[in-house]
């Protein structure tokens, strides 16, 4: 009932401008977004990489509602992707959502401006993760992500989540051409028709994907690349050490080596787990959120962890 509502107020206009004019809102949401401007992102990107930890930038937005916002996003993104550069030494990619380039408008508009991002990366020897949303759009996602592979670009993965019925059908789909799948649990209200609603059923689903991922890592000698921008076929993005150790274990038990498998987190969560696969020789990547437009984000991570609601109530208290 709590994750429900705060998935609510993600999306509630009268609550984001309510939340955003608390001044103790921005400190709460500075422990899970790494700053309003590129410059600070880059900063949190250069910090994890001297800990031996990789990065993926987001520079935050969804469902845009004008073509210029769209493009303002797209302009955004290109911002990111040029701060990386074909010669930097940063060991990042960028992760988008669809609606914020326009899915939510019109698809051909989108589809335009994802293929002009995917050139720029290109350019910029970058890889683009495209990150899944709620249910409404997985299928145009998905024909979007395809539609770019049918134009060429081998620079951009997909994403999965396990809390849905059709999760294992797009996975098996997508790795038939190789697709780096980031593999998550889901962090949207989704209906029982859609999702499954125990959070056993959700586990068992995410360590199914998970062995398929690895299965097909192992198979297409999947790695991480020398600069640290291309995942693995196989990326597990979880903060439930569970769901990691059964990865591990299979990853070991099938002969996949530690490249093979990258684990992916957010920032601002379970820094001492990033830092202790990091030790193990485990690839791991830090997903850094980064903008303006950090209230949805915000209540997503809160809806996720009862322990970050009591963060946000004490940074209230704080005034």
Known sequence: MLRSFFIYLSKAAWAQKLV???????????R??????LEDAMRVVSELNARGINATLDHLGEHTNTREEAQQATDDIFATLDALGADSMARSNVSIKLTQIGLGLDESLCSQNLERILARAKKNKTFIRIDIEDTPYTDKTITLYYAMREKGYDNVGAAV????YRAEADTRRMIQNATPIRLVKGAYNEPPDKAFPKKADVDANFDLLAKILIENSLAAQSKLSEDGRVPPIAAIASHDEKRIAFAKSY??????????LEFQMLYGIRRDLQEMLAEEGHPVRVYVPFGTHWYP???RRLAER???IWFFITNFFKG
Request: charged share 10%.
């Open 20 to 30: 955003t004019s608390w001044g103790f809102a921005w400190r709460t949401a500075s």
């Open 32 to 37: 899970f977004v790494a700053g309003t401007i």
């Open 161 to 164: 989540q396990s809390y849905l």
């Open 251 to 260: 990853a070991e038990k099938v002969g996949l080596s530690k490249n093979g």
């Open 297 to 299: 984000y915000l209540m």
């Open 306 to 308: 009862p322990a970050n």
